[in-house]
């Protein structure tokens, strides 16, 4: 396995897509790196509908910006990857400069592994021996894997101590311990709770503690000041905790590393982080923004907005939606009212319902148009949506089955765990590759 | 393709499952009929956890049930596939009877059909000419392949007509045209609209005529008293529009396809069916229904009371619950908390959240035991979910971190598309074998 210095993404360029894959409309087995000679474009309705795409220009953009916004605020990228879970993506990731990928599960860990990625930050914790087991497997059989994990409390530190001690795993595994706060997830609920964890793990042999990690996107209520109140105030806690773990010298890796940032406030992690903390040993301040990658038009759309409001160096052009879905009209049975080709199964609806955004009819040289204001999708059943359009007005009239309409999704990670197959395509909508997901 | 005369399972068995499956805790590649051979048991967390189990006792029991109740209303049953997209489980449905499966995407049926389906009804129109034409070449290259879609308007039998015309295909495209309801999704709003759309497929020498559609599932509101009525209005005006059809001489094809049920309402379906029509050709009546197979501790459930309610053919043990997913306790970071390894990836949010039923000690020879009332997922995350115990219960005392919970589901669907490999576990929770889901 230690010959697996780049992702071996060639395998996925390789495989035959078959007939059924979402997206896509074959008649026979295609080979997934022939996608672009088809010569399939959206307008054209050369695809089957619904179909997920991912915009380059906007992908790239996003990547660039979020490289370049770290860099100013000297910290690194561990990207959370469950967001999309794609090789492909992981793989621009960390051309673009990303420390590592982080992942929520030690099955997602596995993936990422088997596709080449090196650095994994699991955003979580190994409690289940089963799983534990696979991912000391791993370590032991590639020493240059580099895994970290979470931990909240004296019962995970002495099972993972345990399970270590029973793989005969020649390196200890290096932890972070995880603050929390009242009322949120996982986490310690005080700093002295979390500085006992962190004493214990330094005890262990079998354990290193190697930072201190925290997650503030949880902190999304209804009053956004006091929100930001409190992610500043659980910020300061995190590099607390740090200094005084670094005073107790219980740090055991060549880099402290200390982590924050999810999606909604990784401007405020970053120039809480920004000035390196002057501890025993070098601090690697980590964000782990996963959603800014194709970021979004809706949930993530107005925080991105709200963070203009507090950091000059963003504007709300600054990341750009990459993901969207087209479907069809395939009903028009009242005059208010279409259905679409597209449902629970295709697009995320947990935060918001899609935004239809623009309509096109096949065959139309001329660019997609807008929709206008009023247009909604009310309801998506597990294959339909239903979309009401402002009554009597102009689209009423016009809009007919077989129309294209392309909607914008709300929290990216819930539309990408329903497509197996997103393809890729230029500004006019020209498919020129695929990525694949693995959920 | 037309020696494909049973379901080609075997290329399922043979596939080697990757490191990273969800649900499997694999080092390494593992060839998927060797599954029973691990002796994995999820009492002995042998698995990954998260894990969604189907229990094979509840499927058989579902299955031998649902058979009998369509026999004993003379209707048959098309079940519909896209609650589980499962060749396995199709499998099973045809070997119990079912005179087809229905689908509601286009590829999903090149899927089923990969797996030897030989006769689909799509729930569904063929609007895109893409798709349109990936059904028609399969058509056209397996001459035993029987395929029904569904129209409800003029526009979407002309697109058809003239996409089956420029095809070629040797044979008219059977259609049934979907009668609906003002406020309902798809179908056409009156009788007279009906009629219309059948008298034009009538008149096209690419289409047939070969039944009437409706689906009553959507009236699931408020008042059950008012949806019932609205139940059997809509089941009497199916058969109105279907004998007037017959008088018109409409119908094409050698039986005339009636169909109507979703999971909530089968037993009113089948009465309203029951009694074959005397038309001037044989009728086949079939319901659609596709829950049944796992049925669930939510949504189903409570529908299933009901329906015993008004039909004393049924009793609420009739269904059982077959699918489960097991989570671990991964943190006990509150005293009335519990946070699992769970989240919108792996269950069903979009009606009920999961409804926790029993934990396990991992190691403990005695069965699970039954959770107290008042054990309530509260949330969920993308991968976590928050498991709020009764203030000041025993529970709160004794769950730990690593203990399992198992989870009830609320709409089975929504949880299938959730898993590519479903493990099937005896009633001890032993792995026997997994089937496979196509999303």
């Given at each position: 396995m230690s010959n697996l210095s780049s992702l071996d993404l060639s395998s996925l360029n390789h495989q035959m897509l078959q007939p059924g894959t979402k997206g896509l409309a074959l008649t026979k087995p295609l080979q997934q790196q022939d996608i672009a000679n088809q010569h399939w474009n959206v307008l054209n309705a050369d695809t089957s509908f619904p179909v997920a795409v991912l915009k380059q220009s906007a992908l790239q953009h996003n990547l660039q910006w979020m490289k370049q916004f770290c860099a100013s605020m000297q910290v690194v990228l561990a990207p959370h990857g469950k967001t999309t879970m794609s090789p492909q993506l992981f793989d621009m990731q960390l051309k673009n400069g990303a420390w590592g990928i982080t992942l929520a599960t030690v099955n997602q860990t596995l993936i990422a592994h088997r596709f080449g990625?090196?650095?994994?930050?699991?955003?979580?914790q190994l409690i289940n021996r089963s799983d534990t087991q696979a991912i000391l497997a791993l370590m032991q059989a590639d020493p240059e894997f580099a895994f970290f994990a979470l931990t909240d409390s004296l019962d995970g530190v002495a099972r993972m101590s345990a399970q270590v001690q029973a793989s005969g795993l020649n390196r200890p595994l290096p932890l972070l311990v995880e603050l929390g706060f009242a009322?949120?997830?996982?986490?310690?609920?005080?700093q002295a709770d979390a500085l006992e964890v962190a004493r214990a793990i330094h005890q262990s042999p079998y354990l290193q503690l190697a930072g201190i990690e925290g997650y503030e996107g949880l902190l999304v209520g209804k009053h956004r000041d006091q929100d930001l109140v409190a992610v500043k105030a659980f910020i300061n806690d995190l590099i607390t905790l740090t200094k005084q773990a670094d005073a107790e010298r219980l740090f055991g890796s060549e880099n402290i590393l200390l982590s924050a940032g999810g999606s909604a406030y990784f401007d405020l992690v970053g120039r809480g982080f920004e000035h390196a903390l002057q501890l025993s040993r070098p601090v690697t301040a980590i964000l782990r923004s996963g959603c800014y990658v194709t970021h979004d038009h809706g949930f993530y759309h107005h925080l991105l907005h709200e963070m203009q409001a507090r950091e000059s160096a963003v504007d709300v052009d600054n990341l750009r939606p990459a993901l969207e879905v087209w479907s069809m009209v395939q009903s028009r049975p009242e005059p208010d009212l279409a259905i679409l080709t597209m449902g629970k199964r295709d697009a995320s609806?947990?935060?918001d319902l899609p935004f239809p955004v623009q309509t096109h009819r096949p065959g139309n040289a001329s660019a997609p148009i807008d929709l206008p204001v009023g247009c909604k999708i009310e309801k998506m059943n597990d294959q339909h949506a239903y979309m009401r359009l402002?009554?009597?007005?102009?689209i009423c009239k016009t809009l007919q089955v077989g129309d294209l309409i392309t909607c914008g999704i709300s929290h990216p990670c819930t539309t990408f765990d329903k497509w197996p197959v997103i393809l890729v395509v230029d500004d006019n909508y020209q498919v020129q590759s695929a990525i694949n997901t693995f959920f």
């Amino acid at each position: 396995m230690s010959n697996l210095s780049s992702l071996d993404l060639s395998s996925l360029n390789h495989q035959m897509l078959q007939p059924g894959t979402k997206g896509l409309a074959l008649t026979k087995p295609l080979q997934q790196q022939d996608i672009a000679n088809q010569h399939w474009n959206v307008l054209n309705a050369d695809t089957s509908f619904p179909v997920a795409v991912l915009k380059q220009s906007a992908l790239q953009h996003n990547l660039q910006w979020m490289k370049q916004f770290c860099a100013s605020m000297q910290v690194v990228l561990a990207p959370h990857g469950k967001t999309t879970m794609s090789p492909q993506l992981f793989d621009m990731q960390l051309k673009n400069g990303a420390w590592g990928i982080t992942l929520a599960t030690v099955n997602q860990t596995l993936i990422a592994h088997r596709f080449g990625v090196k650095r994994v930050l699991l955003a979580n914790q190994l409690i289940n021996r089963s799983d534990t087991q696979a991912i000391l497997a791993l370590m032991q059989a590639d020493p240059e894997f580099a895994f970290f994990a979470l931990t909240d409390s004296l019962d995970g530190v002495a099972r993972m101590s345990a399970q270590v001690q029973a793989s005969g795993l020649n390196r200890p595994l290096p932890l972070l311990v995880e603050l929390g706060f009242a009322g949120g997830r996982t986490g310690c609920r005080s700093q002295a709770d979390a500085l006992e964890v962190a004493r214990a793990i330094h005890q262990s042999p079998y354990l290193q503690l190697a930072g201190i990690e925290g997650y503030e996107g949880l902190l999304v209520g209804k009053h956004r000041d006091q929100d930001l109140v409190a992610v500043k105030a659980f910020i300061n806690d995190l590099i607390t905790l740090t200094k005084q773990a670094d005073a107790e010298r219980l740090f055991g890796s060549e880099n402290i590393l200390l982590s924050a940032g999810g999606s909604a406030y990784f401007d405020l992690v970053g120039r809480g982080f920004e000035h390196a903390l002057q501890l025993s040993r070098p601090v690697t301040a980590i964000l782990r923004s996963g959603c800014y990658v194709t970021h979004d038009h809706g949930f993530y759309h107005h925080l991105l907005h709200e963070m203009q409001a507090r950091e000059s160096a963003v504007d709300v052009d600054n990341l750009r939606p990459a993901l969207e879905v087209w479907s069809m009209v395939q009903s028009r049975p009242e005059p208010d009212l279409a259905i679409l080709t597209m449902g629970k199964r295709d697009a995320s609806y947990d935060i918001d319902l899609p935004f239809p955004v623009q309509t096109h009819r096949p065959g139309n040289a001329s660019a997609p148009i807008d929709l206008p204001v009023g247009c909604k999708i009310e309801k998506m059943n597990d294959q339909h949506a239903y979309m009401r359009l402002p009554k009597d007005s102009e689209i009423c009239k016009t809009l007919q089955v077989g129309d294209l309409i392309t909607c914008g999704i709300s929290h990216p990670c819930t539309t990408f765990d329903k497509w197996p197959v997103i393809l890729v395509v230029d500004d006019n909508y020209q498919v020129q590759s695929a990525i694949n997901t693995f959920f």
